[in-house]
């Protein structure tokens, strides 16, 4: 096989304001901005709020949970889709919306998921077997992606277990 080069192209909505975007996709980024409040940050001090729209019209909150025995805490996106996968177990995701500040202050460039959280978002995904929107919202942009592949081109998605 020969060596080939590739390109990888993503695609998304940037907004400088909530108020350019469908009415709806602007209560799910207030149900984001809310949900921080229930962030317990108090080591790194970066609190998260994610908001969940489920197909159903529900709309959940997360928050990150810090603790001190790092890394037993767990971040917004995560709280948020595993109570949904509890509470809601046959119920798509529609898209979820996540806000993060430091110190504080709403960063002004969207903070992106961590690698864990997005692996979570592609295990709901294909289990729905529909696309999941994220929007990432920020002080100075907003930006939605048409679904997780945007954020995780190269997801996990096959586990080959040998049993010995």
Known sequence: MEMAEKQLNITYQ???FPEEMS?????????????????YSPYSHFQVGAALLLANGVVVRGANQENVAY????????????????NYPDVPFDTLAIAGWDHGVLCESPASP????RQVMAEYQKKQKSPLKIILVGSKRIRKFACV????????????????
Do not use: H, N, Y
Not at 72 to 85: H, I, K, P, V
Not at 114 to 117: D, K, L
């Open 71 to 86: 890394p037993s805490g767990l971040c917004a996106e995560r709280t948020a889709m595993f109570w949904a996968g509890a």
């Open 14 to 16: 940037e907004f400088s």
């Open 149 to 164: 592949d945007d954020l995780l081109p190269f997801i996990f998605d096959s586990l080959k277990i040998s049993v010995i």
């Open 114 to 117: 961590c690698g864990a959280c």
């Open 23 to 39: 009415v709806r996709d602007q209560e799910l980024v207030k149900a984001a901005l809310e949900a921080r409040e229930g962030s």
